[in-house]
């Protein structure tokens, strides 16, 4: 069956540190690939997302790149802030938006 | 972007006792929308999808006596826990599908607390 893997947290950085979450997943068939992130206290807004192979999804300077030959979708930001401290989550949908989450990777920036 | 509520935010009730969460979407319509299950400090499992005017197609292991689902209009579905007990006790998190778009959108959470 699908499923997601991401690297176990969590992560501290300090500011300014370059930031890197990996993902990787099992599907049947070309699914859609997405990062979710998660505010303490709020709800799951999505980040970015990359729907076929070789493309980037990027958003507030966060970026990933959907590798069909490594089956991976890893998060990367050059630099990061105390803001982005929250809990990312890879996830993958395939047709009916059916989406599987990996188990959350929780992010510490230390300023 | 489109936006979905949850109603309650939170909720504590005594064993027993049935609770029902809405979740709307507010600005377009959604035909399904889909309800997850957050336990502290873990990722979302699905526990069913909620179809508007048919039953709701529910997860393997889910209780479909115990988590009642209806999908009666475009922009409402509602979960209620029958008997609910500690073990309950969650985050409770819907999303909708928002036509042509390729994504879902999430509601807030509702966090049931049960005593």
């Known amino acids: 069956g699908n499923s997601v893997t991401q690297m176990e947290g969590p992560v501290t950085l300090s500011e300014e540190a370059f930031l890197t979450i990996n993902c990787t997943y099992t599907a049947t068939g070309y699914p859609s690939l997405f990062w979710y992130v998660q505010y303490p206290g709020e709800g799951l807004q999505l980040l970015l997302k990359a729907t076929k192979a070789d493309d980037k999804g990027s958003n507030k300077g966060f970026e990933a790149t959907y590798r069909k030959e490594t089956t991976s979708f890893h998060l990367e930001k050059g630099s990061v802030q105390v803001s982005d401290s929250a809990v990312y989550f890879c996830?993958?949908?395939?047709?009916?938006?059916?989406?599987?989450f990996g188990a959350g990777t929780r992010l510490f920036v230390k300023a | 972007g489109a936006v979905v509520s949850q109603h309650p935010s939170w909720v504590i009730c005594k064993s027993g006792t049935s609770v029902k969460i809405e979740c709307r979407s507010l600005?377009?319509?959604?035909?399904?929308m889909f309800w997850y299950r957050q336990f502290p400090k873990q990722s979302l499992m699905l526990m069913a999808t909620s179809n508007e005017g048919s039953k709701a197609t529910y997860e393997q292991g889910v209780e479909k006596d115990k988590f009642l689902i209806n999908h009666a209009s475009l922009t409402l579905s509602t979960l209620t826990v029958t008997s609910a007990h500690p073990e309950d006790s969650s985050f409770y998190i819907c999303?909708?599908?928002?036509?042509?778009?390729?994504?879902?959108?999430f509601g807030p959470g509702t966090r049931l607390t049960v005593l």
């Open positions: 999303s909708a599908n928002k036509p042509g778009a390729d994504t879902q959108y």
């Open positions: 996830a993958l949908s395939t047709g009916g938006f059916k989406t599987i």
């Open positions: 600005d377009f319509q959604a035909t399904t």
